[in-house]
């Protein structure tokens, strides 16, 4: 017998049953509950979708009470440990890690899109110099899709394919420009005799030499921080980059919206904003006050809580452990002592245990991120290039999905009903 949940509706006295599929029920399902035959029928009210499933997707688990994350069933732990962001890519794309020969391929298929259009450059340059580097990437993603008019064509896989190679060749690049051009410093061509992390250092920060040495420490750091980033189910950007892409259009456009998700400071902006705290707080001596102030409701713990995880981040504890590999090539910074006393007094504290506050993964990739030369306002920016792969898969996904729709939420009307109009001179 199937799973079933029985409704009565106080209102009539009627009883439905409404079938249970993967521990949910179509909100559908509930239309047919009514008063009488004018009545529209129930409608679930869910902001911000904190209890809705707007998808089926095999792409990313994550149990947040468990501190699980698995990209197509891999733990994210063994792919940090094993993997490179470009094999985490295929897997998310494909749904497989590659063989020797497919990783070889798509390396290569990648690589070829690594330039960009002559005219996206003369178009950056038209940006104020102290542009926001996220401002300037999420725009020049949109107009990607003027260079690519056949990207629209969303029905063809192999279409899909090429232009999804492309976004991931070409995010680094347009991420690279951005920083180049808020530093007033020539922009510098991708060499792809480099890895995918080793080639984004290269455009960053070359100078003159005619050959950029990557340092292998922090080239590994980086590829790391892209691994953990890569996806995370249905967050905010990819809901867009979902929403967005259910009109068909080109993934370029998609893109764009789901980085001006990424820019609001609610989703990728966390990271800075906890290398403000700690620079507010100052020194250790300060903590105890701080936190005092937090209990207090007279502050806010940056870095701790998370939407989804009720335990610690699992990609937390990665990346404190790849900041000390990071802090031993570049010199400790100041704030890592500060930040060690503030996650080891909150995770002492009953007050942060009993409402499951856990550092995520923001609270330690800043100071990586600034330890590697990068200046805050490009932290977000470093975020959306692994969530390229995330989005392109989800985009993907999307568009193989039978039962999937253009977008359209339902509302609940609160203004006012059918009113005459009233003319100038009669209005109070």
């Not at 063989?99 to 391929?105: D, F, I, R, W």
């Not at 102030?293 to 939407?307: D, N, Y």
């Not at 990609?315 to 000390?324: E, L, M, S, V, W």
């Amino acid at each position: 017998m199937a799973d079933t949940l029985t409704i009565t509706d106080n209102r009539t006295g009627k009883q439905y049953e409404v079938p249970v599929t993967d521990g949910t029920i179509k909100a559908i399902d509930l239309r047919q509950i009514k008063v009488d035959d004018d009545d529209f029928g129930l409608m679930t009210y869910d902001p911000a979708f904190t209890n809705t499933a707007s998808c089926r997707s095999a792409i990313t688990y994550i149990d947040g009470d468990k501190g699980i994350l698995e990209y197509r069933g891999y733990p994210i732990e063994q792919l940090a440990e094993k993997s490179t962001y470009l094999e985490v890519a295929y897997l998310l794309v494909f749904g497989e890690l590659p063989t020797a020969a497919q990783l070889a391929e798509w390396i290569d298929g990648v690589t070829t899109h690594t330039l960009l259009h002559e005219n996206i450059k003369h178009l950056m340059r038209g940006f104020r110099y102290d542009a926001h580097p996220m401002g300037v990437f999420l725009s020049t993603v949109g107009a990607l899709s003027t260079f690519y008019p056949d990207a629209k064509k969303v029905h063809d896989p192999a279409i899909r394919l090429s232009h999804i190679k492309k976004l991931i060749a070409k995010t680094p690049t347009i991420a690279a420009y951005a920083y180049r051009h808020s530093t007033g410093r020539f922009y510098v061509y991708p060499d792809n005799n480099l890895s995918f992390a080793g080639n984004f250092l290269n455009m960053l920060f070359k100078m003159t030499e005619a050959k950029y040495e990557v340092n292998p420490v922090l080239e590994r750091a980086l590829d790391i921080l892209f691994i953990l980033h890569a996806d995370h189910e249905q967050n905010c950007g990819t809901n867009a980059m979902r929403a967005i892409g259910s009109s068909e259009v080109d993934p370029y456009s998609a893109m764009a919206g789901a980085a001006a998700a990424l820019y609001g400071p609610l989703h990728g902006g966390a990271n800075e904003a906890v290398l403000t705290m700690l620079r507010q707080i100052g020194n250790k001596a300060n903590v105890p006050d701080f936190i005092k102030k937090v209990k207090a409701g007279e502050g806010r713990l940056m870095g701790f809580g998370h939407r989804v995880y009720k335990s610690y981040d699992p990609r937390a504890k990665i990346i404190k452990k790849t900041a000390y590999e990071v802090f031993d090539v570049t010199g400790t910074s100041p704030l890592l002592d500060l930040a060690l006393e503030l996650e080891r007094i909150a995770l002492e504290d009953e007050y942060f245990v009993k409402r499951k506050l856990y550092p995520n993964v923001d609270f330690y990739s800043g100071l990586i991120y600034e330890a590697l030369g990068f200046a805050p306002e490009m932290f977000t920016v470093l975020f959306a290039i692994p969530r390229t792969a995330g989005w392109v898969a989800q985009w993907d996904e999307l568009h193989r999905d039978a039962d999937q729709k253009i977008a359209r939420p339902r509302q609940i009307y609160t203004g006012h009903r059918t009113r005459d109009y009233v003319a100038m001179d009669k209005r109070q």
